[in-house]
């Protein structure tokens, strides 16, 4: 079991930053795959990035964030962050942290292989 809470979201103008932190509980924080997700209103839930020990932190990126999102991860705090630049009106969400058991570049993106999820921070980007 995983209990993950999220936290850093917020208002913020375009072009600004923000970072979200996702703190975990529970089973060894080095036992778990990474991800980012997040759902804008009336849209799907989307996938934004993923970090895997697996794969010697391997970091992945969805496209519309490839560049401007970064994610890492704290393991002495059991801490997995997504550092937020050049933020656009389009990036406004709830974000989402999860955990996998194992995750690949091929099926990162896939919400399914993610076994617990937080509860979600919200980010308005303003124009």
């Known amino acids: 079991q995983v209990q993950l809470v999220e936290s850093g979201g917020g208002l913020v103008q375009a072009g600004g930053s923000l970072r979200l932190s996702c703190a975990a509980s529970?089973?060894?924080?080095?036992?778990?795959?990474w991800g980012w997700f997040r759902q804008a209103p009336g849209k799907e839930r989307e996938f934004v990035a993923a970090?895997?020990?697996?794969?010697?932190?391997?970091?992945y990126y969805a496209d519309y964030v490839e560049g401007r999102f970064t994610i890492s991860r704290d393991s002495a705090k059991n801490t997995v962050l997504l550092e937020m630049n050049s933020l656009k009106p389009e990036d406004t969400a709830v974000y989402y942290c999860?955990?996998?058991?194992?995750?690949?570049?091929?099926?990162?993106?896939?919400?399914?292989?993610?076994?617990?999820w937080g509860q979600g921070t919200q980010v308005t980007v303003s124009s």
């Open positions: 999860a955990a996998a058991a194992h995750i690949s570049r091929r099926v990162a993106a896939l919400s399914h292989m993610y076994s617990y």
């Open positions: 529970g089973r060894s924080f080095s036992d778990w795959d």
């Open positions: 970090i895997t020990w697996s794969d010697a932190d391997g970091t």
